[in-house]
């Protein structure tokens, strides 16, 4: 379940670190005097989706750090556990 969770996690801070360059990308062509040295086609595409970009940066930073909380409190969770079965351990030892 640990492995999972970490493969997932890591899926997902790729799929936000690749949405954000490329809305930064986008962000950076569209301002400025850059809009105009692209040609039409492909400033057109730009100055319409690069909010879009914008807003799908967010949902994947955000998803991913929900992701890695979610994988931390799975962490958390077994390793009280296993602490409390070596306390069971250790106490039927002694009795």
């Given at each position: 379940m640990v492995?999972?969770?970490?493969?997932?996690s890591l899926l997902g801070t790729f799929a936000a670190i690749g949405?954000?360059?490329y809305a930064?990308?986008?962000?950076s062509h569209v301002s400025g005097e850059k809009l105009l040295t692209l040609n039409s086609e492909l400033g057109y595409r730009y100055a319409t989706t690069y909010r879009d970009w914008q807003g799908y940066a967010a949902i994947s930073v955000?998803?991913?750090?929900?992701?890695?909380i979610i994988f931390i409190f799975i962490l958390v969770k077994?390793?009280?556990?296993?602490?409390k079965k070596q306390m069971e351990a250790v106490n039927n030892e002694r009795n």
């Open positions: 492995i999972i969770m970490l493969i997932i949405c954000t360059t930064v990308y986008i962000t955000i998803a991913a750090v929900v992701l890695w077994k390793h009280k556990k296993r602490r």
